[in-house]
């Protein structure tokens, strides 16, 4: 979905979510939100819900994968300023849309399973 709405020029993805805690996990979510950011070379904002079995940590990610802004476990607001020529400044030095060949993975959708 997220490539398909940067293919679609979207400059902003924003993600809400009910991402579990645990080992490891919020790492997880860090790393998901960044490669999102990277491979469809937009920014992503992330929330995620808190409390209970969530774990919060809710981002905002340039499309470097920096991560602009971020919160905690607990709920709260983020701030983060996003300059809209970076998403061209980005795609200048990280052609990944561009050197993409769906002609390479087109036909895996038409494979069937057995």
């Known amino acids: 979905m997220s ?3 940067a ?3 979207a400059d902003f993805l924003i993600v809400s979510a009910g991402w579990y805690g645990g080992i490891l996990k919020e ?3 860090e790393v998901l939100v960044r490669a999102r950011a990277i491979e469809n070379t937009t920014f992503v904002c992330a929330a995620n819900q808190t409390g209970n079995i969530f774990s919060g940590r809710s981002m905002v ?4 994968g920096v991560i602009l802004a ?20 980005v795609k200048d030095k990280l052609p990944s849309m561009v050197h993409r ?8 959708s ?3 399973s057995s």
């Open 7 to 9: 293919l679609e020029g």
């Open 110 to 112: 038409n494979h069937s």
């Open 3 to 5: 490539r398909q709405l």
């Open 101 to 108: 060949r769906p002609e390479f993975y087109a036909k895996l």
């Open 27 to 29: 790492d997880h979510w």
């Open 61 to 64: 990610a340039d499309p470097m």
């Open 70 to 89: 971020s919160g905690g476990e607990e709920e709260g607001l983020i701030l983060a300023e996003i300059d809209q020529n970076r998403v061209k400044r």
